[in-house]
């Protein structure tokens, strides 16, 4: 009797069991997302490389997590839009509230979130200042842009901080949530994108303001020149060199003033020059242009003096003029006859506040208004570099930031024939 009572029992609660499991199975269903996110278009050039982004994702904790990883310069404000994609089945009303900031350079972080222009959360200097935003209708697609400046504190190539974030939507009378990491790194080394370059190896002076006495030159062989001027205890008497020089690289570069033995001076006065203006972008994909690194070569060649022939070097936007060299001669005042050669000499300065501006970069040369004691000047790899990186008096460059300031010359008064200098002596002889 016993027994038939536990047979009894055992086969009520089986019968429950099966129930149970029944009504289980037949109650759960699965519900696809009324929010879908995907990678939007703005993900960074890598015709440029100054900024990257990679969107992913991971299963954590039961949740599905996107994640938002972007590379950035340091000291350079980028603008990432549209960097995410949410789609919706159908209207549905969103918005986006921070969790927390992480990382061990959070304090170097500043970043806006916005979802359809609307800014949703700021961070600033690792501190949530706007936690979250108005409400956004989402009909279709809405996408997220995203703004983030990294400070000077922070290292190269690091994990600068991450931003956690919960993506809250309405629909169908529920309410639901989906986590979105922000995280932001630094470039292991700086980005830098070349705005012009001109190493003369087209063989062409095309697109160069310049004078008749310019050119560009396959400079592949020596020249010997003779000075025959001479004037009672001055060198030469007379006096011959061979000029040896080569380009800085390929086989070309641009020569300024006397060239294949001209006679005597290119001119009885001169202002030969080679002139560019360069277009300098207030940012390059997405990302601010802060600094420009300007470099080139020179080399100057001269028998003459300060007073008389020199070369002006120099940068110049509207009224302002920065100066590499200015009213420049190896041989000081009226101390002119010797030979000098400079040798090739490197300029390479950093600028700082001429991005989405015009700047004209100028070799110059001035010949006295006699026809003795010859002058000339070659120039070399000129390159304009943006440079994706903090800048200071420290900077990796060796250089510092200098602003441009001073007045540039006027070209019609420096080629006046006498300049205020008085004249020198007669040469006994000068027969090219």
């Known amino acids: 009797m016993r027994r038939l009572w536990t047979l009894s029992l055992l086969a009520v609660v089986a019968f429950a069991a099966v129930i149970i499991t029944n009504v289980s199975e037949w109650g759960v269903r699965a519900t696809a997302s009324p929010l879908v996110k995907a990678a939007g278009s703005d993900l960074g050039n890598p015709a440029y490389n100054v900024k990257n982004v990679s969107v992913y994702w991971s299963f954590e904790d039961g949740l599905n997590v996107t994640y938002v990883e972007v590379v950035v310069p340091r000291c350079h404000r980028a603008v990432f839009n549209p960097v995410l994609i949410i789609s919706a089945q159908a209207l549905v009303s969103v918005k986006l509230s921070a969790e927390d900031v992480q990382g061990a350079y959070a304090s170097q972080l500043t970043a806006s979130i916005a979802l359809s222009e609307a ?190 022939d020199y070369v002006d070097l120099y940068l110049s936007r509207g009224a302002s003029t920065y100066y590499w060299k200015q ?26 506040g001429i991005s989405g501006s015009s700047v004209t970069i100028t070799f110059f040369l001035r010949t006295y208004g006699d026809e003795y004691y010859r002058s000339w000047l070659y120039v070399d790899e000129v390159y304009f570099v943006a440079h994706f990186d903090c800048v200071s008096s420290s900077a990796s460059l060796g250089v510092s930031t200098a602003p441009l300031g001073g007045v540039q010359p006027s070209d019609a008064a420096q080629a006046s024939s006498n300049d205020g200098v008085t004249e020198r002596d007669q040469c006994a002889g000068c027969r090219g």
């Open 119 to 308: 800014t949703q959360v700021v961070v600033t200097s690792g501190v949530v200042t706007q936690p979250t935003g108005s409400p956004v209708t989402v009909d279709g697609q809405a996408s997220f842009g995203l703004e983030v400046l990294v400070g000077s504190g922070a290292p190269l190539g690091v994990e600068v901080g991450r931003v956690i974030t919960w993506l809250h939507f309405n629909y169908s009378s529920a309410k639901a949530r989906q986590k979105i990491v922000w995280i932001v790194k630094t470039w292991p080394q700086p980005p830098r994108v070349v705005l012009f370059y001109d190493g003369f190896e087209s063989g062409s002076l095309q697109d160069w303001t310049r004078t008749d006495y310019t050119y560009a030159e396959q400079k592949t062989y020596d020249v010997t020149v003779t000075e025959n001027c001479y004037i009672s205890g001055r060198p030469p008497t007379p006096q011959t060199i061979t000029d040896t020089t080569r380009p800085v690289a390929g086989s070309w570069l641009a020569w300024i003033g006397f060239r294949e033995q001209v006679y005597c001076e290119p001119r009885p006065v001169g202002s030969d020059y080679l002139r560019r203006t360069i277009s300098i972008p207030a940012s390059i994909d997405g990302v601010e242009v802060r600094y420009v690194n300007v470099t080139f070569w020179w080399r100057f060649l001269t028998w003459d003096s300060a007073n008389y």
């Open 327 to 352: 009213g420049y001669n190896p041989n000081p005042g009226n101390a002119y006859g010797p030979f000098m050669d400079t040798g090739w000499q490197r300029n390479s300065t950093v600028f700082a």
